[in-house]
């Protein structure tokens, strides 16, 4: 990977993960039962509900493997033993990613692939569980500050294998989704930090660059004290990420929810005491219409033993 890379790599994440959330801030459609016929069926819910977001994933996958591949056959004329299984391990996780989004869009257009959603959500586990062991397990150079970045970026990748767990439980909640958007923000931020932070002039001062293949670079640094501060400084950047994440998450979800709040307003509003005055009113309804009941059954009373009366006496006289 080089700059280029790790930048378009970023901007595509990030673009992903805004869509993502966006989508589950608003509010799930509802279902048109008038449109239903009894020969057709309704449309089935997906974890994705546009197809723009399978698109972008099939295409930052595609390049993915499209540059992994350049990078496998650099590593073979450079006879890098590293470098090769390293981007055997890169297309793997490439290849789940471009099948979800494959799957996602024919599922989406066509009903040729009788599969339920929560097999989409499973293949999504999948890939983010193989990009966290292939940044997990990466350790090219033990003595190199790039293991710190690959530390911190396990961090959005937890982010989105958890709540793509929390989908498979409840495919119907829109909270996994959101927590997935924003897990691939911060993703693609990083992916620009390490672009930043690896292959410019920002990188860390006394710190360089060695690369054996296109794919398998390390960031040494001249002594101990160097060591330490590049690895303090990888912490202090993912640190101001988090915050940056926060105060973009707060921003939007006070928009939204001033947005969601403005409407309807004046629709649902009750005059206060309505719900207590109408109490009152039925319970005075019912005690009056018992009292009446009662009356009816004392006047009931009464007449049946003055016609018993009238009875006798006109037997007596016959």
Known sequence: MGFFTLVLAGVGFILIGMWESLLSSSQTPKLDQSSITPGTRPGRKYPYSSPLTFFSIALLSFFF????????????????????????QVLATAFLFLLYAVLGLLMKFTDSIPLPSSFLSLICLFAFAEEFLLFYLQRKDTVGIENRYFDMMLVPITICLFSTVLELKSPKSNLPRLARGIGL?????????????????????????????????????????????????????????????????????????????????????????????????????????????????????????????????GHGSH
Request: charged share 20%; glycine share 10%.
């Open 185 to 313: 923000i911060l993703h693609g931020t990083w992916f620009l930090q390490m672009g930043i932070s690896f292959f410019s002039s920002w990188m860390v001062h006394g710190c360089s660059l060695y690369e054996k293949s296109r794919g398998n670079y390390t960031v040494r640094c001249k002594g101990h004290p160097e060591y330490h501060r590049g690895r303090a400084i990888a912490t202090l950047q993912f640190n101001f990420h988090l915050a940056f994440l926060v105060v973009l998450v707060v921003a939007a979800f006070s928009i939204i929810s001033r947005r969601n709040g403005g409407q309807g307003g004046s629709e649902q509003y009750r005059p206060i005491g309505a719900e207590t005055h109408s109490l009152d009113l039925t319970g005075q309804f019912s005690l009056a219409s018992d009292d009446d009941e009662i009356k009816g059954e004392e006047s009931m009373e009464k007449q049946k033993p003055a016609a018993i009366e009238m009875g006798a006496n």
């Open 65 to 88: 493997i499209c540059n992994s591949l350049y990078s496998l056959i650099d590593a073979v004329n450079s006879k890098d033993r590293v470098g090769s299984p390293l981007q055997l």
